[in-house]
Structures are given as C-alpha cells and as structure tokens.
C-alpha cells in the first residue's frame, strides 16, 4: 500500500536532495543532499516528490548521519518493500520555506538563469550553475541570445572583485571580467 499523499505541487519547487535506496530492513532510505550542511535537508519535515502520477508529499519522521552519509525514516513507510517506491526520487521543498538571509547573500538558485554583463556593458551569457571549488564558488556562464559569443566562461564568485552586483529584479548580475578571457 503507498504511503504516498497526492499534493498540490509547491509554488517554487527546489531540488534539496535524492533518495538514493533502501536502508535496512525497517523502511529507511538512504539520502544524498544538496544541502550546506548536508544536514540541513532534516530542516524541512515536508518532502515533495514528483512521481509520474503527479506531486506527492511525504512527511520526514527521523534522520541521521549515517557513516559519510544521511539516512532517514519516512512517516508510513515501515518495510523495505514499502520504501521501495521511492528510491531513486529527487527531494523537493518549496522555496519559499527557506530561511531569509542577510542582505548581499544569495541561494545558488537565485542565481541560476541571471544574465551576466560586464561593467562594459556587454552580455556574456547566463548563470547556467555554480560550481563548489573550495576556495570559493564559480559561475558557469553561457552563451544566450544576444551574447558577446558562444564561449562558456568560469567566473569566480567572488563579491566586490568579479561580482560588482546583483540586481534579481532584472535578472541580472554586473561583472568586472575581460569578454576575451
């Protein structure tokens, strides 16, 4: 019997994490997260999957670092038969439960889709991702219509040093980078 609640989809639905596979014999799962910390994923109660019959809620009961990784236990699901159907599904959240942040700091998929212009004025792209370095972030940047060419950029996020400004309402983000570099 499915555990699985037919839901309204979220307004926004965000990717926070994957069900991976079964843990265990009791209806655990196994979770990789997108999350900083990966921790942070336990923070929502709420999961969104989308499954091919439409979006379907399921509630967080308990979760856990397990070893280098997350496991978890989802309300209604008690056996590893039972959790079956839902390994291999993307975790969703809606967006609008993540926290507000500080002025001048912003969520990766604010990000994502905003045009890239330098100081200059020229176009360089779009936000396709951003990449984790360890150092610092990177913007991969591609080509759009009416950009300065088809070159992928790697642009280190970097605020007052590459990154000039961010402006969400127009979607876009002022850059100091050289369009031949």
Request: glycine content about 8%; some cysteine.
């Given at each position: 019997?499915?555990?699985?609640?037919?839901?309204?989809?979220?307004?926004?639905?965000?990717?926070?994490?994957?069900?991976?596979?079964?843990?265990?014999?009791?209806?655990?799962?196994?979770?990789y997260s997108h999350?900083?910390?990966?921790?942070?994923?336990?923070?929502?109660?709420?999961?969104?999957?989308?499954?091919?019959?439409?979006?379907?809620?399921?509630?967080?009961?308990?979760?856990?670092?397990?070893?280098?990784?997350?496991?978890?236990?989802?309300?209604?699901?008690?056996?590893?038969?039972?959790?079956?159907?839902?390994?291999?599904?993307?975790?969703?959240?809606?967006?609008?439960?993540?926290?507000?942040?500080?002025?001048?700091?912003?969520?990766?998929?604010?990000?994502?889709?905003?045009?890239?212009?330098?100081?200059?004025?020229?176009?360089?792209?779009?936000?396709s991702q951003l990449?984790?370095?360890?150092?610092?972030?990177?913007?991969?940047?591609?080509?759009?219509?009416?950009?300065?060419?088809?070159?992928?950029?790697?642009?280190?996020?970097?605020?007052?040093?590459?990154?000039?400004?961010?402006?969400?309402?127009?979607?876009?983000?002022?850059?100091?980078?050289?369009?031949?570099?």
């Amino acid at each position: 019997m499915s555990s699985l609640k037919q839901a309204k989809a979220p307004e926004q639905a965000l990717v926070v994490g994957r069900i991976t596979s079964v843990y265990g014999v009791k209806g655990w799962v196994k979770l990789y997260s997108h999350t900083e910390p990966m921790t942070g994923i336990f923070d929502y109660k709420h999961w969104w999957l989308k499954t091919p019959s439409g979006w379907k809620v399921v509630e967080l009961s308990q979760g856990r670092v397990q070893g280098r990784g997350l496991v978890a236990a989802v309300k209604g699901y008690s056996d590893r038969d039972q959790v079956k159907e839902i390994c291999g599904m993307d975790v969703y959240i809606d967006a609008k439960d993540l926290p507000e942040l500080d002025e001048g700091d912003f969520y990766w998929n604010q990000l994502e889709g905003l045009k890239v212009i330098t100081k200059e004025g020229v176009l360089l792209g779009k936000v396709s991702q951003l990449m984790e370095t360890g150092a610092n972030d990177v913007l991969v940047v591609r080509s759009c219509e009416g950009s300065f060419d088809r070159e992928e950029r790697l642009i280190p996020y970097v605020p007052d040093q590459f990154v000039m400004s961010i402006a969400l309402d127009k979607q876009e983000m002022i850059v100091d980078w050289d369009p031949d570099f």
